[in-house]
T-cell receptor, first 108, second 116 residues
């Protein structure tokens, strides 16, 4: 079973920030938090990952709580092309265990 | 550089037939993973190679499924006596195979297998 819990679906207006939450209360000390997304009919696309510090790259920001039991993926200015299923995964150099993810719908 | 590629992109076969699905990982990546994704579900792990050897094949559903990576680069997933329930998208991912704590996997576009 997946070690994470995510809302089934979320909506976001184009141009606004999309904040996707993830709970991972059983995360181990050496496990990373990874985010992938999957646009319809494509393979999963890597977004970002982190251990305990907040991370930012050209796609998104990842905010991890101090106790590491939850995190939030932030897409700062959502576009229609960000409509996808977003997966939060905790892992340590191992196979990825996907849950059902959050279906993000960005609307005009 | 080139990403992970998978061939064919689509494969239609008849129940009972044998199929082979190919994965070309990112150049230099020593780790290679196979996943299977059924409609409406997240990908499910099948098997993981580190170099030429299968480091973890715990996700293979039964002995009809087999995968090889003879030279530590290209991998082939083989399915014998296909069943309609094998219909799914088969995804391949590769990673640098770092011995450090982080090792990001990058996915190919998948092969859609349909068993009639």
């Amino acid at each position: 079973d997946a070690k994470t819990t995510q809302p089934t679906s979320m909506d976001c207006a184009e141009g606004r920030a999309a904040n996707l939450p993830c709970n991972h209360s059983t995360i181990s000390g050496n496990e990373y938090v990874y985010w992938y997304r999957q646009i319809h009919s494509q393979g999963p696309q890597y977004i970002i990952h982190g251990l305990k510090n907040n991370e930012t790259n050209e796609m998104a920001s990842l905010i991890i709580t101090e106790d590491r039991k939850s995190s939030t993926l932030i897409l700062p200015h959502a576009t229609l092309r960000d409509t996808a299923v977003y997966y939060c995964i905790v892992t340590h150099t191992d196979k990825l265990i996907f849950g059902t993810g959050t279906r993000l719908q960005v609307f005009p | 550089g080139a990403g992970v590629s998978q061939t064919p992109s689509n494969k239609v076969t008849e129940k009972g037939k044998y199929v082979e699905l190919r994965c070309d990982p990112i150049s230099g990546h020593t780790a290679l993973y196979w996943y299977r994704q059924s409609l409406g579900q997240g990908p499910e792990f099948l098997i993981y190679f580190q170099g030429t050897g299968a480091a973890d094949d715990s996700g293979l559903p039964n002995d009809r499924f087999f995968a090889v990576r003879p030279e530590g680069s290209v991998s082939t997933l083989k399915i014998q006596r296909t069943e309609r329930g094998d219909s799914a998208v088969y995804l391949c991912a590769s990673s640098p195979g770092s011995t450090l704590d982080e090792d990001t996997q990058y996915f190919g576009p998948g092969t859609r297998l349909t068993v009639l």
